[in-house]
């Protein structure tokens, strides 16, 4: 049975396409190709159930060009001819479930491995975008300002009905798999690594299911349970503690720090509240100085395994990263924490570990 094995880790502080013309003598016969690869892997929900007809998309940064594929019924999909690059964003999204995001690096004429988990969202509401409306799904409370919300691109006012999908996230379970894996974030231009309260993913669709967006001078006050899990005291939160809030940016594939919020206790259980001004995925953190953990993803041969997906997942812990030509990864970790590397390859539609 093949399988991929990580090499010992280094801890360090903060952190040939092929030719394949035919010589015929004549050189106008030769003709260039542009390098490309693929994307593939499997989207599952958070129990390892694959998910049929998941829209996958792919592109790099800055780049409007996309790979567009959908999964199976086994929950695997491949991109073809996807162009090379450092930063490949790829998007999950299907009806009914949270949008995730995987951000990666294509090498030419490489297979890049990128999974996905998908969460079913914990419901909606349909409101009337004139109207001042308080969104209440499970204990997440989510208020909304009249004539608050705009098309994406164009800035312009939407008028009409409003889909509101609410999915809550409790870090301490199984649910992160489903948001934005890789906890790496930036504060004042700063690296950090976030440690994580509650996460929140509010999308917002118009009468013909067009994705829309708040109007910056508006923004929404959400209302999201947290817990403090299994974390340290020295980590924990308390009522009264005001909080930073991250939002996810799948451009910069980072968490950006944005705002604060203030915790509260209702009837013994933490909420967080904040106000966003736009709609992602969003965090209560706190941020810290990371370090950084090297290692290497090699096959039973030997040979270094390109483009591999790889997990580094811990009590505080939580970051991904993609290997290199040579199968070298460097994940951010949290300084103290036991941490585990998880390496992740597709060939010959499968999934290799």
């Not at 090498?107 to 509401?125: F, H, M, P, R, Y």
């Not at 934005?180 to 690296?191: C, T, V």
């Not at 909420?271 to 966003?276: D, I, K, N, R, S």
Request: proline share 5%.
């Amino acid at each position: 049975m093949n399988r991929l094995i990580l090499l010992p880790l280094l801890l360090t502080p903060a952190c040939n396409k092929d030719n394949n013309s035919a010589d015929s003598g004549d050189s106008a016969s030769v003709s260039v190709v542009n390098p490309h690869g693929r994307v593939g892997g499997f989207v599952t929900d958070q129990d390892g159930n694959p998910i049929e007809g998941v829209s996958v998309m792919a592109h790099l940064l800055s780049d409007e060009v996309y790979s567009v594929g959908t999964t199976l019924a086994d929950g695997s999909y491949t991109l073809l001819e996807v162009g090379p690059g450092d930063h490949l964003i790829v998007t999950f999204q299907k009806e009914g479930y949270a949008t995730n995001y995987k951000v990666t690096k294509l090498l030419n004429w490489e297979t890049v491995t990128s999974n996905a988990v998908l969460l079913q969202i914990d419901g909606s509401k349909t409101i009337s975008s004139f109207d001042a409306n308080s969104v209440v799904i499970q204990n997440t409370t989510v208020e909304f300002q009249a004539n608050s919300f705009a098309y994406p691109y164009t800035g312009a006012r939407y008028n009409g009905n409003v889909t509101v999908e609410v999915t809550h996230v409790d870090p301490s379970t199984n649910e992160i798999a489903g948001a934005p894996r890789d906890l790496s974030a930036i504060a004042s231009n700063d690296e950090s690594q976030l440690v994580s309260y509650g996460m929140v993913d509010v999308t917002l669709r118009g009468e013909n299911g067009e994705l829309l967006s708040l109007d910056a001078d508006k923004p929404a006050v959400l209302k999201i349970p947290i817990t403090n899990g299994d974390l340290p005291e020295t980590l924990q939160l308390a009522p009264g503690d005001t909080q930073k809030t991250w939002s996810y940016d799948p451009e910069r594939n980072a968490w950006i720090e944005e705002a604060t919020g203030t915790v509260s206790d209702v009837d013994g259980e933490l909420y967080f509240v904040f106000e966003a001004p736009h709609f992602s995925w969003w965090n209560c953190d706190q941020g810290f100085v990371p370090s950084c953990a090297e290692g290497r993803v090699i096959d039973v041969l030997g040979f270094p395994v390109r483009g591999a997906d790889v997990t580094c997942e811990g009590g505080q812990t939580t970051s991904t990263a993609v290997t290199d030509e040579n199968g070298v990864y460097t994940c951010s970790v949290m300084v103290g924490d036991y941490v585990s590397f998880t390496g992740r390859t597709f060939v010959d539609n499968r999934s290799w570990h």
